[in-house]
């Protein structure tokens, strides 16, 4: 499978990305009965002024690779950008394509809004820009800009902040409605700020990941840390060794639980936290080791962890807590689908 593999879920609605090709069904779905919507962004729209840069000369062409997406809160809709500087967007009940848009520079992130009226995409030049959902051919809009690139963007759940993290080790909590406004900074990583998390029960508090090694818990309007985890220090025997740098590629929350997984880069695990509210802290809780690579971690509610690893056989893994400890239920439930066509699908 590609190295730009991806997963979201959203309800029992589920998407796996890899390379190019998009393929959506649900986790109700067997692999047989047809449900399946595929979408591939080698056939997507070409613009020409995609192959255009800032001076009006040529660039290189885009690989098509899909770097990033996510479902609206809802799940309604579904939007990804490409290496090729597109925002395409789809509804999702049913499945079309709603939009192809050009984007001014190669993004690294996106997020709907809660209103659902607008996507937010960051770009690695350090820039966010919005565009309409409900114009979706419309441009984007600039919304606010840093000096270094963008790897993360959020947006709180009552559409009054904009959240975004830098490759600079810095938080920028934005106003929505005038982002020139800063209400506050969360600084103290010491390396770039990897991923950032509302956490959705608790709309006050952020979680964060960075090149540090820790994940930090914060209070975000106060730019205050609450909490914060060193995963170094929670190496188990067969973890990652202690002089090996990473960073999180994917934060997850389960509500049912207040559970966080947390899935970092080049590390064959994925760590999980207990979210104490109350007491404002993280609780390491267990490892969750994989033989195959893992390429990304998502939760749904009704069910548990799913985990998109580079293996053939079974590359959807669904994870449960069984008395306290979260395994992986395939030997458990043999009922449940490995969803080898996934893969099949997604290799072309």
């Not at 490409?82 to 997020?111: E, G, H, M, N």
């Not at 005038?178 to 990897?194: N, W, Y």
């Not at 389960?254 to 509210?277: G, K, T």
């Not at 009704?302 to 069984?322: K, N, T």
Request: charged share 25%.
């Amino acid at each position: 499978m590609a190295s730009s593999a991806g997963l979201a879920l959203c309800g029992r609605a589920l998407v796996v990305r890899g390379g190019s090709r998009l393929l959506a069904t649900t986790t109700a779905s067997s692999d047989d009965d047809g449900s399946l919507f595929t979408y591939d962004c080698s056939t997507a729209e070409k613009k020409s002024q995609e192959n255009k840069g800032e001076d009006g000369q040529p660039v290189e062409k885009g690989s098509d690779t899909i770097l990033a997406s996510t479902f609206s809160k809802s799940g309604s809709y579904f939007a990804l950008t490409d290496d090729s500087k597109r925002l395409i967007l789809f509804r999702t009940k049913p499945w079309q394509c709603l939009s192809v848009r050009t984007v001014v520079r190669r993004c690294t992130a996106l997020t709907f809004t809660a209103s659902e009226e607008k996507v937010l995409v960051a770009d690695k030049s350090g820039d966010v820009y919005s565009f309409s959902v409900l114009e979706p051919n419309e441009c984007g809009k600039l919304e606010l800009g840093h000096l270094s690139m963008l790897l993360d963007v959020a947006v709180s759940p009552d559409d009054r902040y904009v959240l975004t993290a830098d490759r600079d080790e810095k938080i920028r909590v934005s106003w929505a409605l005038a982002p020139h406004h800063i209400e506050s900074f969360c600084l103290g990583h010491t390396e770039f700020v990897s991923r950032i998390f509302l956490v959705p029960d608790h709309p006050e508090l952020l979680l964060s990941s960075s090149g540090d090694c820790t994940l930090r818990l914060w209070e975000y309007r106060r730019g205050q840390e609450l909490h914060c985890c060193h995963l170094t220090s929670l190496q188990e025997p067969e973890g990652p060794q202690s002089d090996k740098r990473f960073a999180a590629s994917r934060i997850t929350y389960w509500s049912r639980d207040s559970c966080v997984a947390l899935l970092c880069d080049c590390v064959p695990v994925v760590y999980i936290f207990q979210l104490e509210a109350p007491r404002r802290q993280l609780v390491y809780k267990q490892q969750l080791s994989f033989q195959h690579r893992v390429w990304d971690i998502a939760f749904e509610e009704s069910q548990g962890l799913w985990v998109l690893q580079d293996c053939r056989e079974a590359p959807l893994v669904l994870c449960r807590p069984v008395d306290g400890q979260w395994q992986d239920c395939r030997g458990k439930d043999p009922g449940k689908r490995a969803f080898p066509i996934l893969y099949r699908r997604l290799l072309g």
